[in-house]
């Protein structure tokens, strides 16, 4: 198993070396998406949206560690997080990821974002328009049961 573990790697064009991705809150309003759009307009960044639905930032940058050949310089000490890597998960002996979303760019964002508000507005509004018309339905069932609709007399 050493052997396979410490030669999965040769050949490899290090991937997991050249990007990292920190988790994001799922967006909920304007203001999530407006924080999204300020990542999204640096250099090297990218959103997506995993096929689990979680969100994350990815960050396209090489690690300082590798030397020009794709190799790891700080290997016997290297991060716990790389120890942890393994072929399973690697991207090169590994299935192909799967997004629902990838946005690369400010314009895929922010025309998500207008849909997706759109989206929760409209879904607010039927939700809004329910409740007013099953208070509606209460209050009528309510009035036609009362006894002073029905015209029954209070007794002093």
Sequence with gaps: ????RKNYCRGCDSMCCRYFTVPLETP????DFDAMQWYILHEGI???????????????????ALDDDGRCRIYRRRPDICRDHTAEIC?????????????????ELMAYAREFLARREASRKRRSRAAKNAWRRRRATATAASPARRGARRSS
């Design 91 to 107: 991207e090169r002996h590994g299935d192909e990821y799967d997004f629902r979303e990838h946005f690369h760019n400010e314009k």
């Design 28 to 31: 909920e309003d304007a203001d």
């Design 1 to 4: 198993m050493a052997k396979s």
């Design 46 to 64: 990218s959103i997506y949206v995993d096929d689990e639905g979680d969100w994350y930032v990815n960050v396209d940058v090489r690690c300082r």
